[in-house]
């Protein structure tokens, strides 16, 4: 069984720096992207980036590209989104998941995570 | 960069009735390389077509997509309860693979 397992809930402050965690399990970890996706409290879905843990190419979009570092540890079927100084417009659900179906860097989302929600505050 | 718009922003129905949601690209995009999602609240999204036409496993034959170039729709044959949700479509042609802004189906 496919399975997106992420780390659970995290609350910071301003300033702090973060990584979150995102374990696959269930197919074969360095052969698929991976991906993460931000959703503000009532908005909608943003495509943040993605990577493929096989090589480790990371496509980031315009909007997330500077602002945070997307990684993976093939080692442990883990893949990770982190902050180096976290704002409190960085509060959001993040979201993690994979594209099993898709062709080579065309990527769509078959299986995701739980999401694991983030909140930055003073 | 494609931008996806998506219309309406809501749409208001009774179970049983016909949904059609409408997902307009700013440019073509390759391949109908187009997704469309369902995300109920507290819950992830959950993928429902994939290029353009292509049901995911297990969602039922009610949901179809259809569509090229800039514009798509996914369309809700007979509305259940369950369906009743948030609907995102998303590009996956060209990177940054950007989602529109949604529509909400609700009870009317």
């Known amino acids: 069984e496919v399975q997106l397992v992420q780390s659970g809930a995290e609350v910071k402050k301003p300033g702090e720096s973060l990584k979150i965690s995102c374990k696959g399990s269930?197919?074969?970890?360095?052969?698929?992207?991976i991906g993460w996706v931000r959703q503000m409290p009532g908005k909608g879905l943003e495509w943040m980036g993605i990577?493929?843990?096989?090589?480790?190419?990371?496509r980031y979009s315009p909007s997330f590209q500077g602002q945070v570092t997307i990684s993976a540890d093939k080692s442990i079927s883990t893949a990770y989104l982190q902050w180096s100084s976290l704002k409190a417009s960085d509060t959001a659900m993040y979201y993690c998941a994979i594209s099993l179906g898709g062709y080579g860097d065309y990527v769509f989302f078959d299986y995701w995570g739980q999401g694991t929600l983030v909140t930055v505050s003073s | 960069e494609i931008v996806l718009t998506q219309s309406p922003g809501t749409l208001s129905l009774s179970p049983g009735e016909r949904a059609t949601l409408s997902c307009r690209a700013s440019?073509?995009?390759?391949?109908?390389?187009l997704a469309w999602y369902q995300q109920k609240p507290g819950q992830a999204p959950r993928l429902l077509i994939y290029?353009?036409?292509s049901r995911a496993t297990g969602i039922p034959d009610r949901f179809s997509g259809s569509g090229s170039g800039t514009d798509f729709t996914l369309t809700i044959s007979r509305l259940e309860p369950e369906d009743f949700a948030v609907y995102y479509c998303q590009q996956y042609g060209s990177s940054p693979f950007a989602f529109g802004p949604g529509t909400k189906v609700d009870i009317k």
């Open positions: 440019q073509s995009v390759s391949s109908s390389y």
């Open positions: 290029g353009a036409s």
């Open positions: 269930g197919y074969s970890f360095t052969s698929y992207w």
């Open positions: 990577i493929y843990p096989g090589d480790s190419d990371t």
